[in-house]
């Protein structure tokens, strides 16, 4: 082999050798750089599906809450005799059945036990959550009819979201959760504005 054919040998040895180590400089970046994703993003939804105990607490309370004002007002279809109560509760069903369900959610996501149905809705104290109606209070209203209901049902229901409100202003305080606390502050808003309006209609009732 001529000393002209061996400088060429070494060459394309050198050449193939920087090659390759390039190649896999390459993929271990590369590598790197996908376990780096990784990490970044398992630390972001664990940073998204972190709660605690206060959200627990607000998910486990607010269900059954919500629960009785449906009761209330499904009531109101058949024994009120105002347009505007009908149209009140109308609007409370449509916006708290869904959010139960979104409670619902959360607490078996998190292994957390669901409130059973009628498990805290009723009791001589209302199962002991704030606004709640005691079942004195739900028999009266489901007995009664007419501006009556219409009378009853306002003033339960004024009670019944100003307890709810205090509910949600804990959990937008204390909370961890975003998705709680969003929805916290949406039932604050929400529910804070109805009471309003039923406080008007209360007083062009009386």
């Known amino acids: 082999m001529t ?9 394309a040895v050198a050449t193939a050798v920087t090659v390759t180590a390039a190649l896999v400089l390459a993929a271990c970046g590369a590598a790197g750089d996908g376990e780096g994703d990784g990490a970044a993003g398992a630390k972001a939804t664990a940073s998204a599906d972190a709660h605690n105990a206060q959200d627990v607490t607000f998910a ?6 919500h629960r009785q004002a449906l009761e209330m007002a499904e009531l109101a279809a058949d024994r009120a005799s105002s347009t ?29 036990d669901v409130p059973e149905e009628g498990a805290t809705e009723h009791g001589s104290h209302g199962g002991g959550m704030a606004g709640m109606t005691d079942d004195a209070g739900m028999e009266e209203l489901a ?18 979201h ?10 937008r305080d204390k909370g961890r959760y975003a998705p709680a606390k969003s929805l916290a502050d949406d039932i604050v808003t929400g529910q804070s504005a109805e009471i309003a309006e039923m406080k008007g209609l209360l007083g062009k009732s009386s």
């Open 60 to 65: 486990q309370g607010m269900i059954p809450h």
């Open 84 to 112: 505007q109560v009908k149209d009140l509760a109308a609007r409370i069903e449509r916006a708290q059945d869904p959010e139960i369900g979104k409670l619902t959610g959360w607490l078996r996501t998190w292994g957390e």
């Open 143 to 160: 007995k009664a009819s007419g501006e009556a209901f219409d009378t009853a049902f306002l003033t339960l229901m004024v009670e019944h």
């Open 162 to 171: 100003e307890g709810a409100v205090d509910m949600a202003g804990t959990e």
């Open 3 to 11: 000393s002209t054919t061996r400088n060429r040998v070494r060459r």
